[in-house]
């Protein structure tokens, strides 16, 4: 999956302000933010999305959920409160088909999932 850009950024191909990484993942600050705290979670395995889950893919997608997890402690808004998002396909509004959870936070955030 060269040509993918969240294969690129994983494998330090493509600039970004990185802000955790491990065997299994890396977080980064989203380009176009839409909140004050706005880091994309993405795990190294390319899945274009959710939907490319599998049972063999259980441990990962938890890790994804406990580095979001950490994330959130380590900037110090896990007490004030945080969104995490995944959109899938195109009424998801997804446009980067490599799966990744978005990590919202720093301002209070009303429900308008749109
Ligand atoms: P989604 O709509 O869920 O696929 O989200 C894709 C996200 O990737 C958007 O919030 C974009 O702003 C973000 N994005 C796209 N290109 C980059 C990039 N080069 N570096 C960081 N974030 C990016
Ligand atoms: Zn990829």
């Known amino acids: 999956m060269d040509a993918c850009l969240f294969c690129q950024i994983a494998n330090r191909e493509r600039p970004v ?9 890396v977080a980064f600050e989203d380009i ?15 899945l274009a999305t959710i939907l490319d889950a599998t049972q063999a893919d259980d441990r990962l997608l938890g890790h994804l959920l406990l580095v979001a997890n950490l994330i ?19 009424e998801g509004g997804q446009a980067v088909f490599h ?3 978005h990590l919202l936070g720093g301002r209070p955030l009303s429900w308008h999932p749109a």
């Open 99 to 101: 799966l990744h959870l």
């Open 32 to 46: 176009n933010p839409k909140a004050p705290v706005h880091i994309l979670i993405v795990p190294r395995q390319h």
């Open 17 to 25: 302000k990185m802000v955790y990484e491990d065997e299994q993942s």
């Open 72 to 90: 959130a402690k380590q900037i110090g808004i896990a007490e004030r409160g945080f969104r995490l998002v995944i959109n899938c396909n195109s």
